[in-house]
């Protein structure tokens, strides 16, 4: 016959914090913008990622950083593909990398998503998240402190 066990060694009770932020940055050699946090509950659309997200947000920080030319590549999301995007940006961005030319999506290639994401996932989540507010202040300090080597390697690779 088994052992009996008792309730609380059977089921381990594990405080994991859900919650979860939208976040819009960009990067570039010469830096990164500010990190644009999208209000819960906002859908994302073409017109709001256009309108919102790229013009009030996104162009205005990449131009402070801008030390000549500009090459605008985005990620193989949907919204990044719209033609209404697409639109916006050619009349926008003088160089700005057309979704027919993108590569397919790879861990090799896409730097943003697989290095810089990677590396700031790590730091943020580097101590327990209490609430959403701490995860905010947790992604703006990680973000601020993102070596810019890193960013400046994950750039040379691609």
Known sequence: ??????????????????????????????GKTKVHFIDKGTKVDRRYYCETLLQNWLLPDICQLRSGELVFQQDGASLHRAKLTVEFLQQNVPNFIEPSVWLPNSPDINFGDYAVWGALQQDVYRVPIVDLEDLKDRVRTCWATLDQQLINKAIDQW
């Open 1 to 30: 016959m088994g052992k009996t066990v008792r309730s609380e060694h059977l089921i381990k009770n594990c405080k994991h914090f859900s919650k979860s932020v939208m976040v819009s940055v960009a990067v570039s050699k010469t």
